[in-house]
């Protein structure tokens, strides 16, 4: 069974599933305002280690993600589904703007604010501008793709979407541990074909 170690924390996962299923099924910090549908790009990840035991990277990615954002590692965790039997570390976008925001606000020995505020100041612009760069042109191929009911309305399991979302909130703030649940209809993207080659 793979294994993902994503925000330092050991995770067991299925060949097939997203990242962004296996992030929600242990109330991983990660966005996912979309469900999954490729739009929002909040369950972006950094792969730092096995990026070969994921999919290729997705034409959806493409659309969303600049070339040097991938090169970085970068990916969707919507898109990015486990294929290989191997370690994958990484870590959320949303974790790491956390964890600089942290070191910002509760500087670690040896660090000022000043010194903390440049990386995280940097990671967000750059988020963003690169984000950017790429509008018009992402919304209008994305549009396309699912076509407008689906555009305006991406969620398509609100119960699901809302448990997930209560249980990472949870997490959260209480500061606990992994809570694990089922698969629960969960896609599966190798057999599935939701992704786009």
Known sequence: MPQVEMNDEMMEAKLGEPLLSVARRHAAHIGFYCDG???????????????????????????????????????????????????????TRAEELRRQLQAVLNPPEGTTPNDNVRPFVRNMVAVNWQHIGTWPFNWLRT???????????????PDL?????????????????????????????????????
């Open 161 to 197: 979407f809302m448990r997930d979302t209560m249980r990472i909130t949870a997490r959260m703030l209480n500061g606990g541990t992994t809570i694990t649940v089922e698969a629960e209809a969960r896609p599966n993207l190798l057999t599935d074909g939701a992704a786009e080659k």
């Open 37 to 91: 549908n490729g739009l929002c790009t909040m369950c972006e990840c950094r792969v730092i280690e096995g990026a070969d035991q994921l999919s290729p990277v997705t034409d959806i990615e493409r659309n969303w993600l600049p070339q040097q954002r991938l090169d970085e590692g970068y990916r969707l965790g919507c898109q990015a589904a486990l294929r290989g039997r191997g370690t994958i570390r990484t870590i």
């Open 143 to 157: 549009l396309q793709r699912l076509g407008l009911a689906r555009f305006v309305w991406p969620i398509n399991n």
